[in-house]
């Protein structure tokens, strides 16, 4: 089974500032099946990127995906205060959607 | 619009069952696979499953097999999902979401989460 990991667990940022979250896959995956969503408390949790890099309709081009096989990266350039939150990476393969654990954007 | 509107908290008993329904208004409901992701408090997302509303097939994670089933009603755009024998590590706020499947597959839109906690 793939597993994904990603790091840091925590990354605590100033407004302003560019954060960089990685997801690793625990052998390759396809592209087209990683993808990113952002989750703030109380609220249900949003998409931000599919395919790897495509941005969800609505959302900023603050908001950067990138990355191939194993090693995938989020980018926020110029974090908003809007933008403190969980984002997870997911991926699909064999009928079943598996999460990353998750890292949590603070002040 | 691809809203997904979800029933309210539950309480239950441990070794209850409980049964979350995700009305979907405002889209061709049989066009799209509805998933089911759960968070317990301060956990991360976990998926459960996805059923076809067109043909009712669905597909479960390991860990639930067994445990939950989903279902729909078609002629009120409504799915649903239970889970048997309820324990305590099942106290989370599970979510209904709609899956696109294209090139890519994900998660477009969600439900605003049903809190269900099992408590004796």
């Known amino acids: 089974d793939i597993v994904l990991t990603q790091s840091p667990d925590t990354l605590s940022l100033s407004p302003g500032a560019r954060a960089t979250l990685s997801c690793r896959a625990s052998q390759s995956v396809s592209s087209n099946s990683l993808d990113w969503y952002q989750h703030k408390p109380g609220q249900a949790p949003s998409l931000l990127i599919y395919?790897?890099?495509t941005r969800a309709a609505g959302i900023p081009d603050r908001f950067i995906g990138s990355g191939s096989g194993t090693d995938f990266t989020l980018t926020i350039s110029g974090l908003e205060p809007e933008d403190f939150a969980v984002y997870y990476c997911q991926q699909y393969s064999d009928s079943r959607f598996i999460f990353g654990p998750g890292t949590k954007v603070e002040i | 619009q691809g809203q997904l509107v979800q029933s309210g908290a539950e309480v239950r008993k441990p070794g209850a069952s409980v049964k979350v329904s995700c009305w979907a208004p405002g889209y061709t409901f049989l066009n799209f696979d509805i998933n089911w992701v759960r968070q317990a408090a301060g956990q991360g997302l976990e998926w459960m499953g996805w059923m076809n509303p067109s043909s009712g097939n669905t597909g479960y994670a390991q860990k639930f097999q067994g445990r939950v089933t989903m279902t729909r009603d078609i002629s009120s755009s409504t799915a649903y999902m239970e889970l048997i024998s309820l324990r305590s590590e099942d106290t989370a706020v599970y979510y209904c979401?709609?899956?696109?499947?294209?090139?890519?597959?994900?998660?477009?839109?969600w439900g605003q989460g049903t809190l269900v906690s099992v408590s004796s």
């Open positions: 979401t709609r899956a696109v499947a294209r090139k890519s597959r994900y998660f477009d839109f």
């Open positions: 395919g790897a890099s």
